[in-house]
């Protein structure tokens, strides 16, 4: 089995990530437990920004912090150089509360709250990326009557299907996010910035979808863009000083989604980009790109304990863990698939199938269908791979379960960077009306 990062099977038949033994995390800071890998999700920054770079000259990369955002990530992106997506005020007040730096961060969301606009005009941050007419003039509105000039880029839906679940589908026509091209939206919206009293344009965005894997999709929308941004150009007089192409790049979660490299991505987009530029004769913009789930990914691992097994023979034996789709909710929503691995008993031979189910009251609560894992029991620690992105960031209290702690290892030293939640944190803003005392 392909181990990601830091990760490698130890003396003891354990496995270790970061230098840390599962069996001791799992001791020392029980289970459900995210881990996150230090030393590879900063690989990861570096890579992308090396892949992009070693193409093109002005290139910002902006985390997009819904895969995965605490403080102590927060941190990590910023000492890595990066810029960071935020889409609410939740995470805005995140990146806010780690101290990152505000001019570089890009509000995402297609209905901003006016708190949270406010919110972004307050804090003085970089851009704000305006998705629908409402928001333009809303937008304006309140910068105007706060005295602030705001730079934006404006999102356009520029009408690319992208090969991946429907449900992460962004750049097709009917899409929730963004201006369309249809009957020239996303140029009126151009234009409506440019005649705004307060907005200042600064670009274009788009995002077609996640966890592509088909290199090809990207520069088709790259295409696309710059053609608007010639038109911009000519007809507005107004330069398109970002490109932002979004994120989206997929990652191999099974062994069997074609693993990936940066570079795969980075060449026919940056060559995409410099054939439009050239046919264009456009002045080269900042190209940024947004990725989210490459950064974190596959340096997350959740580490859950084994409770019952369950055979029914001849049809399916189901080994049931500590945690589910309370904190991985992705195999129901998108039948996303995993790997996983008895994470104290590391051996070669596995001739058992399973499923993994979790303890949630749902029947799709499956983590793992049909995966051989060498003979399990109650009391092994079983380790799902690959759930760095989008698995915290989208944990529920479902059937109040407190969400799972997360801790950050590197060089054999393990710190929590989030507590594990306690029944008390669970009914912590319950409150009981006078009339039920
Ligand atoms: N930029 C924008 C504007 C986005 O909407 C997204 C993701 C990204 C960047 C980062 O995409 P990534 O590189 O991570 O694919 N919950 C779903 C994924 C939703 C993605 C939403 N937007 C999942 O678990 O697969």
């Not at 003891?12 to 230098?19: Q, V």
């Not at 890579?47 to 193409?55: E, I, R, V």
């Not at 009957?183 to 234009?191: E, G, I, L, N, P």
């Not at 530029?277 to 004769?281: F, T």
């Given at each position: 089995?392909?181990?990601?990062?830091?990760?490698?099977?130890?003396?003891?038949?354990?496995?270790?990530?970061?230098?840390?033994d599962?069996?001791?995390?799992?001791?020392?800071f029980?289970t459900?437990?995210?881990?996150?890998?230090?030393?590879?999700?900063?690989?990861?920054?570096r890579?992308?920004?090396?892949?992009?770079?070693?193409?093109y000259s002005?290139?910002?990369?902006?985390?997009a912090?819904?895969a995965?955002?605490?403080t102590?990530?927060?941190?990590?992106?910023?000492?890595e150089?990066?810029?960071?997506?935020?889409?609410?005020?939740?995470?805005?007040?995140?990146?806010?509360s780690a101290?990152?730096?505000?001019?570089r961060i890009?509000?995402?969301g297609n209905?901003?709250?006016?708190?949270?606009?406010?919110?972004?005009?307050?804090?003085?941050?970089?851009?704000?990326?305006?998705?629908?007419?409402?928001?333009?003039?809303?937008?304006?509105a309140?910068?105007?009557?706060?005295?602030?000039?705001?730079?934006?880029?404006?999102r356009?839906?520029p009408?690319?299907?992208?090969?991946?679940?429907?449900?992460?589908?962004?750049?097709?026509?009917d899409s929730?996010?963004?201006?369309?091209?249809y009957?020239?939206?996303?140029?009126?919206?151009?234009?409506g910035?440019?005649?705004s009293?307060s907005l200042?344009f600064?670009g274009?965005?788009?995002?077609?979808?996640?966890?592509?894997?088909?290199?090809?999709?990207?520069?088709?929308?790259?295409q696309?863009?710059?053609?608007?941004?010639?038109?911009i150009?000519?007809?507005?007089?107004?330069e398109?000083?970002?490109?932002?192409?979004?994120?989206?790049?997929?990652?191999?979660?099974?062994?069997?989604?074609?693993?990936?490299?940066?570079?795969?991505?980075?060449?026919?987009?940056?060559?995409?980009?410099?054939?439009a530029?050239?046919?264009?004769?456009l002045?080269?913009?900042?190209l940024?790109?947004?990725p989210?789930?490459?950064?974190v990914?596959?340096?997350?691992?959740?580490?859950?304990?084994?409770?019952?097994?369950?055979?029914?023979?001849?049809?399916?034996?189901?080994?049931?863990?500590?945690?589910?789709?309370s904190?991985n909710?992705?195999?129901?929503?998108?039948h996303?698939?995993y790997?996983?691995?008895?994470?104290?008993?590391?051996?070669?031979?596995?001739?058992e199938?399973?499923?993994?189910?979790?303890?949630?009251?749902e029947?799709g609560?499956?983590l793992v269908k049909?995966?051989?894992l060498?003979e399990?029991?109650?009391?092994?620690?079983?380790?799902?791979?690959?759930t760095?992105?989008?698995?915290?960031s989208?944990?529920?209290?479902?059937n109040?379960?407190p969400?799972?702690?997360v801790v950050?290892?590197?060089?054999?030293?393990?710190?929590?960077?989030?507590?594990?939640?306690?029944?008390?944190d669970v009914?912590?803003?319950?409150?009981i009306p006078?009339?039920?005392?």
């Open positions: 089995m392909r181990l990601h990062g830091t990760m490698r099977v130890n003396p003891l038949s354990h496995l270790e990530i970061g230098g840390c599962c069996k001791t995390l799992a001791k020392d029980g459900p437990l995210y881990i996150m890998d230090e030393q590879l999700i900063r690989e990861n920054c890579s992308f920004a090396k892949a992009f770079s070693n193409h002005d290139i910002e990369i902006v985390y912090g819904k995965f955002l605490t102590a990530m927060v941190r990590i992106v910023q000492s150089g990066l810029s960071l997506d935020v889409v609410s005020g939740g995470e805005l007040y995140t990146a806010k101290g990152f730096p505000m001019e890009y509000f995402h209905n901003k709250t006016p708190e949270e606009m406010t919110m972004g005009l307050e804090l003085g941050i970089g851009h704000f990326v305006v998705d629908n007419p409402t928001e333009l003039e809303m937008l304006d309140k910068a105007s009557s706060m005295g602030i000039k705001q730079k934006v880029l404006i356009v839906s009408g690319i299907t992208a090969n991946t679940h429907h449900y992460i589908q962004t750049g097709q026509l929730k996010f963004g201006f369309p091209l009957r020239d939206s996303a140029f009126m919206a151009v234009k910035v440019l005649d009293r200042v600064d274009l965005h788009c995002h077609i979808g996640s966890q592509i894997t088909d290199v090809n999709a990207f520069p088709p929308a790259a696309t863009m710059l053609r608007l941004a010639s038109r150009r000519e007809e507005l007089r107004a398109v000083n970002i490109l932002n192409l979004g994120g989206g790049f997929g990652i191999d979660y099974t062994g069997e989604d074609g693993s990936l490299s940066v570079a795969d991505f980075s060449a026919p987009i940056t060559a995409t980009v410099k054939e530029l050239e046919e264009y004769r002045p080269p913009p900042r940024a790109v947004e989210g789930r490459y950064i990914g596959n340096a997350g691992t959740t580490l859950y304990t084994v409770g019952s097994v369950k055979d029914i023979p001849e049809v399916r034996k189901f080994v049931f863990v500590d945690g589910g789709m904190d909710p992705r195999p129901a929503l998108y996303a698939k790997r996983a691995a008895v994470a104290n008993r590391m051996v070669k031979t596995c001739d199938k399973v499923t993994v189910a979790g303890k949630c009251c029947s609560d499956i049909d995966i051989y060498p399990i029991k109650s009391g092994d620690l079983l380790a799902v791979l690959s760095g992105a989008y698995n915290y989208m944990a529920s209290n479902y109040r379960l969400r799972p702690a950050l290892v590197k060089g054999g030293r393990a710190h929590l960077i989030v507590k594990r939640e306690s029944y008390e009914i912590r803003n319950d409150v006078e009339r039920l005392k």
